[in-house]
């Protein structure tokens, strides 16, 4: 009942318990004692330990005890025959020494106004403990501890996380621990040693780094331990009052990396704006900032960080098409986001068709939407396309993607062609190559005959021009092949031939009897007002190569597109015939071209559904008609066809 007691008063304040038994002898008497030893905060015990005398059960009394520990000495005051009826009260005063096992206790015994030397050596064996003590008589002792903090088997026992109560969550940023003897062990948060009072017992307030899991390591240190170390970890998560806490615990491994709404007040079903759509996954992704600039666009966005990320996802091509105004504070449709979120997601070999109530696969949002199917990203069958993204949606979403996520690479402006290894070797009789002066490929400025040495053309890997002219030195028996076609040149010992390049790779081929060189060169239109820092100027170039736009030396990207220019790309493209152009007024045919007026175009002739948020007052620009005309299959296959050979 004893022990019961003093276990619940332990329970409720800040100390902890040891306690056992002893049996004492001397030539006066035999004891049999009960002894509870109280652990206090600053390095403090007190213990109580009541006894009966064997021989004569008046002489039954009680004792106490106070220890005060420092480094590397106790002090202790002690009262003993305290409610004996045959023996007066003693009280001892003096220094306890530990060495390894063993410990030395000196000082001085008062007895019935007599002052004694006092003596004490005792031995720590496992739980026993015997002793013998010198000072007004010789007493013999030995102890028992049933339960002792050293002792324990359970580091539970020296640590404890008091709040939080359940040890796994918690809103607030701190957590209160308890602990006892960590001069004897020590303590550390997610690694980082902690410095807390080596008091014997202690309370400390901590505070808690991270969002997410916060790991308490304890370690105790001691001969008689089994068990020397045990991870007590909590979760810190958002505080918000209105979401609950199982929906914050699936944002667990986003909460370091993104933008959460101030206070206390998630409001799940919020309305997600651009600006907080597009800045959380730049910095979901580990987005880079700033690194290609494009002037003239996005000029409504205040936030500095927001437009740096902008270029970069329009840099990046994740944004297909840069406008003057972004409108930050619109909200975002649900299927703009779920293109923009399925383009952080990495190649997949086999997409499984799933079907979705309110998108059918002929829409053009169907692939994004079901590639965020087979990646898990969603699970909904009603999608829901034209409706706002609620808060709590893009969240889930994001905990998802960051599993996944892969930023692309933008595309190369221009791509090394591999060819063939050029050796100038010493003329060599048995080549009729070493009396075989090649080519050059060059404009027709150029043109005039010289004796050069080396490989068309110039030792470049790519023209801007076509047609060409080739010049060199003809042997008997030479063919000229320009992709499989042999081009006629003059049968004089110099030659000059006109060549019509391919846009692409071409393929040249000089053969001399049984002997051929063979030399690949890539034709794409090059034009000065193109950045070669900006992600599109490589697909612009290509497309302008493959003819579906007139260019000369300039691109004028910034130029409006007018009517007759968009039906012409039409009719290149085999949609219209001719004759529909000659038809039109003059007015007509240089009317400027709004965005949404192309796209009902395109997408009436070419059966697609092309949607993008642009505004009807803006005028299509020959840039941005350039990358309409990439979303048609037509074009988008010869862009990619465009460096096979």
């Known amino acids: 009942m004893i022990i019961t007691l003093l276990v619940l008063i332990t329970s409720l304040y800040s100390f902890d318990l040891e306690h056992g038994f002893g049996i004492s002898s001397s030539p006066q008497k035999n004891d049999v004692s009960y002894r509870a030893t109280f652990l206090l905060p600053d390095q403090l015990q007190f213990y109580i330990e009541p006894a009966v005398n064997l021989n004569d059960t008046r002489d039954s009394f ?84 049933l339960q002792s903090v050293e002792d324990s088997t359970k580091i539970s026992d020296y640590f404890r996380i008091i709040s939080p109560y359940n040890h796994a969550e918690t809103r607030s940023g701190e957590a209160y621990i308890k602990g006892y003897y960590l ?51 909590i979760n810190r998560i958002y505080p918000f009052i209105d979401i609950p806490y199982e929906d914050q615990k699936k944002w667990l491994s986003i909460v370091e990396k993104i933008d959460f709404p101030n206070g206390n007040y998630f409001k799940p079903d919020a309305e997600v704006s651009r600006q907080e759509f597009y800045l959380n996954l730049a910095k979901l992704a580990n987005m880079e900032r700033n690194k290609y600039v494009f002037k003239n666009y996005f000029t409504d966005v205040d936030n500095e960080e927001l437009k740096d990320y902008l270029y970069t996802y329009y840099g990046k091509g ?65 999608i829901n396309p034209k409706g706002t993204l609620a808060r709590k949606d893009f969240f889930n979403y994001m905990a998802k993607l960051v599993e996944f996520i892969k930023i692309p690479a933008p595309i190369e402006n221009v791509t090394k062609v591999e060819q063939p290894e050029i050796v100038v070797e010493a003329p060599n009789q048995s080549s009729i190559f070493d009396v075989f002066k090649t080519a050059i490929i060059g404009d027709k400025g150029e043109y005039g005959f010289k004796d050069i040495t080396f490989i068309s053309p110039k030792g470049d ?7 060409y002219f080739v010049k060199g030195y003809a042997p008997p028996g030479m063919t000229f092949i320009v992709n499989s076609k042999n081009v006629v040149v003059n049968r004089h010992k110099r030659f000059a031939a006109e060549v019509n390049l391919d846009p692409g790779i071409n393929k040249i081929e000089i053969r001399v009897n049984n002997e051929t060189k063979s030399y690949l060169i890539l034709y794409i239109k090059k034009f000065s007002d193109l950045s070669q820092n900006e992600y599109f100027t490589d697909l612009i170039e290509k497309i302008a190569t493959l003819g579906y736009m007139d260019t000369d030396e300039q691109f004028y990207p910034a130029r409006y597109v007018t009517r007759e220019e968009l039906l012409l790309a039409m009719v290149r493209l085999g949609y219209i015939k001719e004759s529909r152009i000659k038809e039109m007024s003059d007015e007509d045919k240089t009317a400027e071209v709004s965005y949404q007026e192309a796209i009902s175009i395109i997408n009436k002739l070419a059966g697609l559904r092309i949607e993008f948020d642009a505004s009807n007052e803006d005028v299509l620009t020959r840039k941005v008609f350039a990358l309409l005309l990439y979303e048609i299959p037509k074009v988008h296959d010869e862009v990619k066809k465009f460096y096979s050979n």
């Open 461 to 467: 890997e790519s023209v801007p021009k076509t047609p």
């Open 62 to 145: 009680l004792k106490f005890e106070l220890l005060k520990e420092f480094k590397t000495l106790s002090a202790f005051f002690r009262v003993q025959n305290i409610a004996s009826s045959l023996h007066p009260i003693k009280m001892e005063l003096g220094l306890e020494i530990p060495y390894q096992a063993f410990k030395l206790s000196l000082g001085v015994l008062y007895n019935q106004k007599q002052v004694f030397p006092y003596t004490q050596l005792s031995l720590t064996l496992g739980k026993f403990e015997p002793y013998i003590s010198l000072s007004d008589q010789i007493l013999l002792g030995l102890y028992y501890g």
């Open 318 to 382: 994740i944004l297909k098409v840069a406008y003057k105004k972004f409108y930050p504070n619109s909200s975002i449709k649900r299927e703009e986001a779920m293109t923009v979120l399925s383009r952080f997601l990495p190649d997949k070999e086999i997409f499984e068709d799933y079907e979705f109530k309110d998108i059918p696969q002929k829409s053009w949002v169907y692939s994004n939407v079901n590639k965020l199917r087979n990646f898990s990203i969603i699970n909904e069958t009603v």
């Open 183 to 233: 001069d004897s062990g020590e303590i550390k948060l997610n690694g980082n040693p902690l410095k807390l009072r080596a008091d014997g017992m202690f309370i400390e307030k901590v505070s808690l780094p991270y969002y997410g899991e916060n790991l308490f390591t304890f370690t105790i240190k001691g001969k008689t331990i089994s068990s020397y170390e045990q991870k007590f970890a």
